[in-house]
């Protein structure tokens, strides 16, 4: 079936470090969206790219959305510790398929 | 507005028992989700219901889960008799469309623990 894998599972950095979290399929999606749950909490819709090679900003956030809309990313620059959490990508042709989730871990 | 609204939010209990888990959509959307979450499977769609009309049911582990959507503003899922392995976080979502361009809303959960 319909899948979307999400790299890495973990990461732990530094604040102030960057992070990035990739998602990819084998299938042209026909969106991607993003979500983030903080620790205990649910997930909470960040943002929806459409376009391909679309990208998208929210403060310290960047979204991309791959040329041939089989890949995207989530970029933090200068991390903070209210950045922790769970960053899930969702996509898909005709189902919206949820990625494995990248933790990210701040240390201060 | 209130947002997705479950009930309970923490469940335990004994395998073999019944467990009910409840949802309130945000009013107005036609679409309801419910999702499981394990460590080890991530975030699992279930089922979900169009204007209170099971659609697709394929995620439902086994004849043990069931759902119902008696009307537009609440939902159960119910797992009878329960077993440990289906210990997970159950979240129910929202949208106003079932389209992949819509984005869904999160209720908080419940954390079911079956011992």
């Known amino acids: 079936g319909q899948q979307v894998m999400q790299i890495p599972q973990y990461q732990h950095v530094q604040e102030g470090e960057d992070f990035t979290t990739y998602c990819n399929s084998s299938t042209t999606l026909s969106n991607i969206q993003w979500y983030k749950q903080r620790p205990g909490g649910h997930p909470v819709f960040l943002i929806q790219l459409v376009k391909s090679g679309e990208v998208k900003k929210q403060k ?16 933090i620059t200068a991390t903070q510790t209210t950045d922790v959490g769970t960053y899930f990508c969702a996509g898909g042709r005709n189902k919206l398929v949820f990625g494995a989730g990248t933790i990210l871990r701040v240390k201060s | 507005d209130a947002g997705v609204i479950q009930s309970p939010r923490h469940e335990v209990t004994e395998m073999g028992q019944e467990v009910t888990l409840r949802c309130k959509p945000i009013s107005g959307h036609d679409y309801l989700f419910w999702y499981r979450q394990t460590m080890m499977r991530g975030l699992e769609l279930l089922i979900y219901f169009n204007n209170n009309v099971p659609i697709d049911d394929s995620g439902m582990p086994e004849d043990r889960f069931s759902a119902k959507m008696p009307n537009a503003s609440f939902s159960t899922l119910k797992i009878q008799p329960s077993e440990p392995r289906d210990s997970a976080v159950y979240f129910c979502a929202s949208s106003p469309g079932q389209g992949i361009n819509y984005e869904r809303y999160f209720g908080p959960g419940t954390r079911l623990t079956v011992t």
Not at chain 1, 60 to 75: D, I, V, Y
């Open chain 1, 60 to 75: 310290r956030l960047t979204f991309q959305f791959g040329e041939a809309k089989k890949n995207s990313s989530l970029h």
